[in-house]
């Protein structure tokens, strides 16, 4: 086997060690490891997040148009 093939196979199976861990990974169940059990009189109250300011759209946004170039001086 060339240096190449042996590179090429090793990033192959480095990559594919690599998808089955992320496959494997399930924060659902961190999530549930960590909740704590409260009673729903302690609990915080939830607040809805304020919306973000939205942009004016991008035709406001644009720059003038370039003025444009003055008339060519005549011919003599």
Known sequence: MSLRSTTTYALLALSA???AGWLAYNPAD???ATQSTTSPSTS???TTPTPLTTLPP???L???PAPSAP???PLP
Do not use: D, G, Q, R
């Open 71 to 73: 008339p060519a001086p």
């Open 44 to 46: 915080v109250p939830t």
């Open 17 to 19: 060690l690599a998808a």
């Open 58 to 60: 991008p035709s406001t």
């Open 30 to 32: 961190i999530a549930t």
């Open 62 to 64: 644009s720059a003038p």
